[in-house]
Every structure is written in C-alpha cells, then in structure tokens.
C-alpha cells in the first residue's frame, strides 16, 4: 500500500435540495484513501456512505457545497461536468448493489465492454475490443462464450463480476462498490470477495467498499472508516479497529453483530436510531444514544482526530480529545 493518498477529500459536504430547504447529508468530510487498499466505509442506513461514494463521481441526487476531492492531480469537486465524464469509467469505476440499474437490459455484455472500452479508448478496433473482453471475462470466472448473453441471462453475483470487468477494462484506479454484496447469498457473496481479493493483488485495484455489514469488511478491508449523522467518527487499520474500538457508536455496530463464541447469546442492540439529517442534535450526533455522553457532548461538536499512540487511528470523541478541540454547535 502506497504512503500517498490516491484521493484525498477534505472538509467535504454535500446537501439534497428539497422543497422548503436542503438536507446536509455529508458535513465536513476529511479522508484520505491510498494506492492498493480496500476502505470500507460502514454505517447504518442513512449515514451518508452513499452519498459520499456517490459525491466523489459528481453523481446526483447531492450537491457538493464546501470542501475538495484531489484526486490525480485535480479537484473532481471543481472540475466541468464534460472533463468528470471523462474520469467516471475511465478512472474510476462504480459497482451498484444492483447492477441491472446499471447495464443496458437490451445491450448485450460484449456490447457494453467493447462500447465502454472504445468509447474511452477510440484507436482500438472492433476485434481488438472484443479480445480485451473476452479475457477479461474469463479472468473474473466467466466463459468467454458466454459474452454475446444478455444481462438477464446472468445470475446476480455474475452480473456483479461484469460490473468489476467494465471497471477494469479501463483500467480504473480506483473502484467505488456500493453494497455490492448485499443482493447476493453468502456462498455467492464469498465467491465475489475472494475474487475482489484476488484482483486487488493482481491489478493492484483501489476500492472503497461501501457496506453495512461488518463482516463483509473484516473479511476484506485493509482499513475502516465508519460514518454516523453525515460525517467520518472513526477511522483505523481493519485489525485496530476490531481490537482496540475507540468510538462508543463503532462500539456498538461491533457488539450488535452476532459472535459464534457469544453463541449467539447476548446480542447487543443498539437503543435509539440514526438522527433526522434535517433535525440534527446539537454537539456530538451521537449523544442522544451514547451511553458515555457528557455534559460537553450536547453543546460542541467534536472534530476527528488522532488518537495519542496508536498509529492511523483516529476518532471523533471527547473520551479522547478535549472539548477545546471541537467546533461549537450553530
Ligand atoms: Fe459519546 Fe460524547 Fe464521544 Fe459523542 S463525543 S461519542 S456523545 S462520549
């Protein structure tokens, strides 16, 4: 894994029009992700991890409206929407939970390969655009005569293994996987993760791993970095932050899954939900629901910060940082 950043956001947010104002679903985002990694980025539902992933291609429903994404040189927040849809593919790839919402029901896969490759790459031919597809199709587990099939003649974790070969056939340096797993049952799901580990090793491929579930993350991610209420509160080495949690909200998604040495037994459920993104409590999000809130925590909004001596470990939490380290709540 490289020491600089591939991409690096800074004090990112991004809000939803609505009608009588704007949602503010990612607030002051700061995150780095490097060269050969797997981030996952977890959450609850509604903690804006696919707003974020989603803001880092421009894609809409979100406006961005404070902060910068240096990504190759430039600032994808400021670039013209004709230079973004030269970087959407090209450099960085997008797998959907359901990758039908992406792929043309009428187009069949060799059509979208070869189109996605010539579009991006206009001196190759036809046929050589055919044989760049048909290896890549069998190099991610599918018969090379199986690529003039249409989507709906492919199963699910299949469809999903065509939307990591339309990234790659361009040699995408970064792969943004929203949920990619989250459709798919376990054996199918497994499969899929061993194969993203293998390409990552292969093709040295960047991916940010969008996922509510931890245990997707701990099978794959080389680091983690967890969202609640729009904004980073966490972030370590995957090993790190199963071992040595820092954020009482990380606390609780970790206690909430369920553990073969607890037998199942003792399943901790978190009290309360995610706040309202237009009703947002003032100081810390998380205090209406932390069991370790204190008085500073409802009036002053702590920022994220490294934690003394563990390396790459970060939090947002006044058990770490002093109150004088916040931003006080408007
Ligand atoms: Fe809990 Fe306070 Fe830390 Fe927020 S800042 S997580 S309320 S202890």
Redesign the pocket.
């Known amino acids: 894994m490289s020491t600089e950043p591939l991409l690096s956001i800074r004090d990112l947010s991004v809000q939803y029009p609505i009608r009588n104002g704007e949602v503010r679903a990612v607030r002051g985002v700061d995150l780095d992700i490097y060269k050969g990694e797997v981030l996952g980025l977890v959450g609850e539902s509604g903690c804006g991890k696919s707003t974020l992933g989603k803001a880092i291609l421009r894609m809409p429903p979100g406006v961005i409206t404070e902060g910068s994404i240096q990504f190759g040189g430039s600032d994808l927040a400021r670039l013209s929407e004709e230079e973004m849809r030269k970087i959407r593919g090209s450099r960085i790839g997008m797998v959907f939970q359901d990758p039908m919402t992406s792929l043309n029901p009428i187009q069949s896969i060799v059509d979208h390969l070869t189109e996605t490759i010539r579009t991006h790459q206009p001196d190759t031919s036809k046929s050589q655009a055919r044989e760049i597809a048909e290896t890549l199709v069998d190099r991610l587990g599918i018969r090379a005569s199986r690529i003039d099939d249409y989507p709906h003649q492919f199963s699910g974790g299949m469809r999903q293994r065509i939307m990591i070969a339309l990234a790659l056939a361009l040699n995408a340096d970064l792969v943004i996987a929203d949920e990619p797993t989250t459709a798919l049952d376990v054996i199918v799901e497994a499969q899929f993760l061993d194969l993203l580990r293998v390409l990552k090793e292969e093709f040295n491929l960047t991916i940010i791993l969008i996922t509510h579930n931890i245990g997707v993350v701990a099978e794959i991610a080389d680091r983690v970095a967890v969202m609640y209420g729009g904004t980073i ?1 966490e972030v370590a080495p995957v090993l790190e932050l199963f071992g040595s949690t820092k ?3 990380t606390r609780g998604l970790l206690q909430s899954v369920p553990s073969i040495e607890r037998g199942g037994r003792d399943l901790y459920r978190m009290e309360g939900s995610p706040p309202s993104l237009l009703d947002m409590p003032p ?2 999000s ?2 209406p629901r ?1 069991p ?3 008085p ?2 409802s009036e002053t909004e ?1 920022r994220l910060l490294p934690i003394e001596g563990d390396a790459g470990h970060l939090a ?4 770490y940082h002093r109150a004088r380290e916040g931003r006080v709540s408007t």
């Open positions: 509160v954020h009482p909200y100081g810390c998380f205090n932390c370790e809130a204190m500073v925590c702590p947002a939490c006044f058990l």
